[in-house]
C-alpha cells in the first residue's frame, strides 16, 4: 500500500517510521526541499494547493492523508474524486474554523469556553463587555501553538489586540480558570470500530505545548471524554486519529479545540502504549484493524523548543527516548523531543525533575 502524506513535517515523519514495518510506503507532498519527512520518504516538492502536483500525487498513491490541518479544504474535496483522502474534507473544514468548531461541540452535548464573534473593533468591544476580562482574542482561522491569540487583560488593549491579530475574523473567548488541561486521542477505522487512549495532562507555555505525561488517571473524566469522542467520530463520518483538548474545570470537562490528525500530546505512545497513534492512524485509514490503546507504562513526553539538548545527556536517563526531527533550529520551533518511562507515577516525577536539570523547558 503507498500511502500519500500532504505537509512533511515531523508528524509525516513519525508516520512514516510506524508504517515501514506494515510493509507500507510513503510519498509527502510538501514545499520545503528540507521537509523533516523528506529524509525517510518519496517527496515531491510542491504547495498543498498546486493542483497539478495534487494530481501527481493521487496518482502515485492508494490513499491520503495529512499532517496539518491547514490543508486547503477545497484541495482534499477534488483529490477525493481521485483516490481515498482521511480525515475527510468535512472535518477538516470544521476543525479549521473555531465558530464551527464550537458549534459542533455545543451540539453534540459538550461545554466550551463563553465566546463571541468578532468581525469588527466594535464587535471586540461589545464581546468584553459582555464576557468580561481577561479574556482571548483568537482568529478563526489558522491558529496554532498560540499563533493568532492575544490574551485581553484591560480594555483599554482592545484596539491593540485587534491590529495584533491582523484584524481578521475572530472570536472573543472567556479565560477559563483551569485546573488541569488534557486532551483525548481517539481513533476510528473505516468500518467505523473505534478507540481511545487514555487521556494525558497537558502543560503549554506561552501557548505551546510544554510536556505532557500520560495516563491521566480519572475514570470518570475518562468516561465523559470517550463518550463524547465517540458521538463526534460518528458525526463526522471520521477515518483516523484525531485529537481532542479539553480543559478540566470543576471535576467537569470544557472542549478547547480538536485536530483532526496525529498529535503531539499522542507522541507518547510511540514507547509508552501498544500501539502507538501514528500506526493507529495509518491502520485506520488502510482498513487494518485498530491496535491496542491502552499505556503500558507511566510517560512523560517533553517537547524541545527553540533549540535541541545534547542527545547524551538526556539518554542518561533510564527509560528515556530521544526524537530529532532533523530540523534548523528557530525561536519558537518545535526541533524534537524525548519521552520518559517509568513504572509508578512517583518514578516518573524523578525522571521529569532529571531532565528539567537539562533542558530548559518551553522557552
Ligand atoms: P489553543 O490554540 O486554543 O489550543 O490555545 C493554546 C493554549 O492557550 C491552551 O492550551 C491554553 O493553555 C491557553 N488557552 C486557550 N484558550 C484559553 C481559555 N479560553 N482560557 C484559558 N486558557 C486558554
Redo the contacts with the bound molecule.
Sequence with gaps: MIIGIIGGGQLAKMMVLAGYPMGQEFIILDPSPDAAAGRVAKQIIGAYDDPVKLRELADAVDVITFDFENVPADAVRELAKWVPVFPNAHALEIAQDRNSEKQLFAQLGMAT?PYRIVDSLSDLERAIHELGLPA?L?TRRM??D?KG?QIIRNAQHASEAWHNIGEQPAIL????A?DN?VSLIAVRGRNGEHACYPLVQ?V?KN?ILNISTAPYENSELQTQAENFAARLVKELDYVGVIAV?F?VHNKQLIA??MAPRVHNTGHWTIEGASVSQFENHLRAITGLPLGDTEAHSYAAMINFISTLPNAEDVLRISGCHFHDYGKAPRPGRKLGHATLRASTPAKLQEKIAAIKEIVQLGD
Design positions: 469556553a482571548i483568537k491558529g496554532y498560540g491569540q473567548e472567556g479565560f477559563v483551569f488541561e497537558n503549554h501557548g483538548e480543559f478547547n479545540e
